[in-house]
């Protein structure tokens, strides 16, 4: 079974203006970067489906859809501010890539295909009742509602993205059959103020919300050892029956909004470990979104590359060099090579904490916040 890439003209129309960080060319980059290294020719790219728009409604209010359909400005919906300004369109184009990202669901849900894709997808910060950072509709929590409704018992969201995934852990905040797991910046110092160690969720879903608070400045071998030491844990614990991540890459060292300081070597490198749990818990029913990233040339283009290419079961070697007719239109602001030049090996946490370390306390924040309730030993040794 091929991995599906759903994708298509429509899907790149999420777009607030050429002077706004989610402007148009985005995804356009690094579909085209994908087509020129030959990865689109080893997945099943499908157009998408046309909108179904009852789809929103599986977890936003109908007030708020209609305020969004009528391009209402209103504070109290989040609409018309300067993050999330009316723009012409933006009910039936978010509307759209909320139904694509259930189709990547239902492609891998039904057993077509083992992965999926929409990296157009992964609006994460949507409220079931308000705009937010950049996001309309919440395509991930919609996919994940909707994987429910079709008999999914346990669905593992997994958030790369620099920002926490507010969004979707507070949609399923109260609901122990959904995982969150977001690894972020501090939101002591980036939007949106959430994703705390503590905040782990409430009721029977005590336990099932994790959040890794990462200190600004954090490169490839605290990013990955924090990853490795929260994320295949709490996997493990959970047994869920499949993974839905968000990919967003505004992590990237070249990233204009957020502290963080990852290559794209070591993001290419946690693609690849996502993938490895999917098919060590899931039987590799994986569906993988894109999200944040604000660096189109040497962020977004690069890394969702290496993202469908892990997809794929073909990843593409850091080393690879750009073929030039996509580099000549940017001239010297585009990359050379698919990676930075940087190893992005890491030691394991399980060979001990260093308490001196800033990211070694944000480790263990969240492993003595949540691995109790999930039955798991926060100590690492």
């Known amino acids: 079974m091929r991995a599906r890439l759903v994708h298509g003209e429509a899907l790149t129309r999420y777009d607030f203006g050429t002077s706004h960080p989610m402007g148009p060319g985005r ?9 020129a290294l030959g990865v689109l020719e080893q997945l099943e790219v499908v157009d998408p489906d046309p909108t179904v728009e009852e789809l929103v409604t599986l977890v936003h209010d109908a ?22 300004p009316v723009a012409e369109g933006m009910h039936e184009v978010a509307a759209q890539v909320c139904t694509a990202t259930v189709q990547a669901a239902r492609a891998v ?31 991930a929590a919609v996919a994940i509602r909707w994987l429910q409704q079709q008999g999914a018992a346990r669905v593992a969201y997994v958030d790369l993205d620099a920002h926490h995934g507010d969004g979707v852990q507070e949609i399923f905040y109260d609901d122990p059959s959904v995982l969150t797991v977001s690894l972020h910046e501090s939101p002591a110092y980036l939007f949106p103020g959430t994703g705390y160690p503590t905040e782990t969720g409430v009721g029977a879903a005590r336990g099932t919300a994790v959040n890794v608070a990462l200190p600004p400045h954090t490169g490839d071998q605290g990013w990955l050892r924090a990853f490795d030491a929260v994320v295949p844990p709490v996997l493990a614990a959970f047994e869920p029956d499949i993974v839905v991540s968000q990919h967003g890459c505004d992590s990237h060292r070249t990233d204009p909004l957020t502290d963080l300081e990852l290559s794209i070597d070591g993001m290419a490198l946690s693609y690849r470990l996502v ?34 290419a892990v997809l794929s079961g073909q990843p593409v070697p850091t080393s690879t ?61």
């Open 275 to 308: 993938g490895e749990l999917a098919e060590r818990h899931t039987e590799g029913r994986w569906i993988a979104l894109g999200g944040g990233g604000y660096s189109p040339l040497h962020g977004v283009a690069r890394a969702w590359t290496h993202l469908l």
């Open 321 to 381: 060099a750009i073929p030039e007719r996509w580099r000549e239109p940017f001239g010297d602001l585009a990359p050379e090579t698919m990676g930075d030049h940087v190893d992005p090996s890491f030691t394991p946490y399980s060979d001990g904490m260093d308490p001196e370390s800033p990211v070694d306390q944000a480790i263990q924040a969240t492993r003595r916040a949540v691995f109790p309730d999930l039955g798991l030993d926060p100590e690492p040794y």
């Open 27 to 35: 995804v356009r980059y690094a579909i085209t970067l994908a087509e």
């Open 63 to 84: 007030d708020y859809v209609q305020a969004v359909r009528e391009q209402r400005p209103d504070r109290g919906y989040g609409i018309g501010t300067t993050d999330n």
């Open 109 to 139: 849900w039904s057993g077509e295909v083992r992965a999926a894709a929409n990296i157009s997808g992964g609006l994460h910060h949507a409220m079931p009742a308000a705009t937010s950072g950049f996001c309309v509709y919440n395509d």
